[in-house]
């Protein structure tokens, strides 16, 4: 069965401080795909990024990156100097890739970052 | 940028009561899915739909649930008769074709039972 952790619950850091979102997945696939989705608080969830299991470059867009390792099943974001708009809950979010077609995303429970000015 | 609308933004139903959740995912879309988030909660799975028909669904999805594609634009969700347990975030997402794609979701809809 497929799982994602993340156990951080919540996280406060203050303004222009790195940040460090941790994802641990469980999976028995070895065709697999990792997302990332931000649910500010009014509500809506945004996709930010998408990696393949076989692809296990690490990513940078702007002051987000993300670290993807196969060895510790880990899919780690980490937001540089952090902004008080970056506040929201983030998810990340598994799903299978050995079938064909589209195949449901399984959320961890969210980290809630608060960025205090 | 294209995106998936949802309406009504919170709807407040009467226990028992049927309610009719819509979503017009994106144009060139081929699969779609509904999820849902009780409060303070993870985001759930319920079902996932594609050429007409139901190609997965969760545990949660049960037969007070329905889902239709009326049209060539509208994707709708129904629970028969809600519970209070039905409270929560309902969430429509649509992804293009092949490779596991991004699902795009909707804003959401609050949905409320008394």
């Known amino acids: 069965a497929q799982k994602v952790t993340q156990a951080q619950t919540e996280i406060s850091v203050v303004e222009k401080e790195d940040v460090t979102l941790d994802c641990v997945y469980e999976t028995r696939d070895t065709t697999y795909y990792l997302f990332w989705y931000k649910q500010p608080p009014s509500g809506e969830l945004v996709f930010l990024i998408r990696?393949?299991?076989?692809?296990?470059q690490n990513e940078i867009s702007g002051r987000y990156s993300w670290n993807f390792q196969k060895s510790t099943s880990s899919f780690n974001f980490t937001i540089t100097a952090s902004q008080v708009v970056d506040s929201a809950v983030y998810f990340c979010?598994?799903?299978?890739?050995?079938?064909?077609?589209?195949?449901?995303?399984?959320f961890g429970k969210g980290t809630r970052l608060s960025v205090i000015a | 940028e294209p995106e998936v609308t949802q309406t009504p933004s919170h709807q407040v139903t009467q226990m028992g009561q049927e309610v009719i959740l819509r979503c017009v995912p994106i144009?060139?879309?081929?699969?779609f899915y509904w999820y849902r988030q009780i409060l303070g909660q993870k985001v759930e799975f319920l079902v996932s739909f594609y050429n007409n028909e139901i190609s997965e669904k969760s545990e949660i999805f049960d037969d007070q649930f329905s889902v239709e594609r009326p049209d060539g634009s509208n994707f709708t969700l129904k629970i028969r008769s809600t519970k209070l347990e039905d409270s929560a975030m309902y969430f429509c997402a649509s992804s293009d074709f092949g490779g596991n794609q991004p699902q795009h979701f909707g804003d959401g809809t609050r949905l409320s039972i008394l």
């Open positions: 990696r393949n299991s076989f692809d296990e």
């Open positions: 144009s060139n879309h081929l699969y």
């Open positions: 979010a598994l799903s299978e890739g050995e079938r064909s077609g589209n195949t449901p995303l399984v």
